[in-house]
C-alpha cells in the first residue's frame, strides 16, 4: 500500500510506527482485534500523509490467518508439548487464533484470548485469568515471549519467572512493539535454543508426561550455568 503511494519507510521505522499506534489503540476501552489492526493501520498511514481505502483497512484487519510464525516456533512447541503442558495469553480474538494456531499445530491446554478478557495485554487481565485457569503455583509456570513491553512487565509484576526470546539480538530497537524495560530470568534467541534449554540435554530419553516438580528450572539453571563458561 505504501509503494502504491510512492511512500518509502525502513522496516524499523514502519514497525516502530505500527507498534505505537497499535499499543495506543488497545490501552483504550476494549475493541476487537480486527478494529485495533483497522485504527492501527489508519494511524500509521496518517504518519505518512495518506489515507487507507475501506478495501486496504479490511484486507489488513483480515489478515491475521495468513500471518506466517517464525520458522522455528512450531517445532519448537511440538517438542515442548511432550513434557510440559503449555498455555497461550494473547491480544487476539478466538477465532483469529484459531486460524494463527493452525500454522502452529499444536494443542494448547489453556488459550486466553483479549477477546474472552476484553482486555489487551500488558493490561494484567489476560495473566490473572490465565493463573485463575491454571491453579498451579507460581513457582511452576515459565511465561515464554518476545516482547518485553506486553508479556514480561506484567508478569514480572505478577511474579512469575520468564524468559525472553530475543529474535533482535543487540540490534537496536523494539521492533512491532512499544519499548519497554524489564529483568527476564532468562534470555534465548528463538524458540528452538529455549526449547533444548528447557528440555535439557536427555530430552529423546525421557518418557511423555507430566513435568517433575522444578524440572524447567534445574534445566534452566544448567544452561545459565553452560552460558557462563563459555
Known sequence: MLERHAVTAADDELLETYARHEATVESGDYVGYRDVLAWALRGVCHAYRIEPSPEDSLAFSQSVGAWPPFADSAPALARLAK???LGVITNCDDDLFALS??????TFDWVVTAQQVRSYKPKP??????????????????HVAQSLYHD???????GLSTAWINRGGDRPGFGA???????????????????????????????????????????????????RLR
Open 83 to 85: 513434557r510440559f503442558r
Open 101 to 106: 494456531n493452525r500454522r502452529l499445530g499444536v
Open 125 to 142: 487481565r489476560g495473566f490473572e485469568v490465565a493463573l485463575e485457569r491454571m491453579a498451579v503455583p507460581h513457582d511452576r509456570i515459565l
Open 152 to 158: 514480561h512487565g506484567p508478569a514480572k509484576e505478577l
Open 177 to 227: 512493539t512499544p519499548p519497554a524495560s524489564a529483568s527476564p530470568d532468562l534470555t534465548a534467541p528463538d524458540m528452538a535454543t529455549f526449547a533444548s534449554m528447557a528440555l535439557g540435554n536427555g530430552e529423546a530419553l525421557r518418557d511423555v508426561g507430566a513435568p517433575r516438580d522444578g524440572e524447567w528450572q534445574r534445566n534452566v539453571e544448567a544452561a545459565r550455568d553452560a552460558e
